[in-house]
């Protein structure tokens, strides 16, 4: 089992920027998959973003080409860098490894509003 540290979250404007991390308690370069995951209340846990091991990175289409996913294995950290936010990007943000094992964070909010 790996453990998971997610960081970044907060209170941003509309159009402004937020940047997550999620560190691995180990190395990453065994996962499969790497992702973040959005939830808000009454509503499942939906896809935001993954990248793969072979660096190959999927987007919800809400977000594309304005949220961008990356992985740096010598820090064990996966990032999701967010711009031009708005207020329905608001909501809990997870990140899941599968290494193979199905590994998940335990959430930072994202608050999006003037």
């Known amino acids: 089992q790996v453990h998971l540290e997610e960081s970044g979250g907060g209170l941003v404007q509309p159009g402004g920027s937020l940047r997550l991390s999620c560190t691995a308690s180990?190395?990453?370069?065994?996962?499969?998959?790497m992702g973040w995951y959005r939830q808000v209340p009454g509503k499942e846990r939906d896809m935001v973003a993954y990248?793969?091991?072979?660096?190959?990175?999927n987007y919800a289409d809400s977000v594309k080409g304005r949220f961008t996913i990356s992985k740096d294995g010598a820090k064990n950290t996966v990032y999701l860098q967010m711009n031009s936010l708005k207020p329905e990007d608001t909501g809990i943000y997870y990140c899941?490894?599968?290494?193979?094992?199905?590994?998940w964070g335990q959430g930072t909010q994202v608050t999006v509003s003037s």
């Open positions: 990248i793969t091991s072979g660096d190959i990175s």
């Open positions: 180990g190395s990453i370069f065994s996962c499969n998959l």
């Open positions: 899941r490894l599968i290494c193979p094992y199905d590994n």
